[in-house]
């Protein structure tokens, strides 16, 4: 059930990252908001990680790699093509977890 909610936390945070990018959002009055959101999907990450392992959860091979994704993250400027590039990364990693899941 942790990774569910992982995911959708981060999907949650990708989404508001799109939306910032194509403009149809302005976060600027409230930036801390996506920050905040970017912990608590980096938090839910390693506690998925970790339940998984716990529990032999399928999932947990295909969400490990997200964490060193999830540190790096924030020392690529946002709005750039590296920072894009590892959001997506992290979006397959998800998604190969939740197809394992299934």
């Known amino acids: 059930m942790i990774f ?3 995911l959708a936390l981060f999907l949650a945070n990708f ?3 799109v939306l910032v990018q194509l403009q149809i959002v302005d976060t600027k009055p409230f930036r801390w908001v996506h920050h905040a959101l970017f912990f608590a999907v980096f938090v839910s990450a390693i506690l998925a990680v970790a339940v998984g392992f716990l529990e032999e959860a399928p999932y947990r091979w295909a969400l490990l790699p997200v964490l060193p994704l999830f540190a790096l993250l924030p020392r ?3 709005g750039t093509a590296g920072h894009a590039a590892l959001a997506f990364t992290a979006l397959i990693f998800y998604a190969t ?3 394992w899941t299934l």
Do not use: C, T
Request: charged share 10%.
């Open 4 to 6: 569910y909610g992982a």
């Open 76 to 78: 690529i400027r946002a």
């Open 15 to 17: 989404v508001l990252g």
């Open 97 to 99: 977890g939740l197809v």
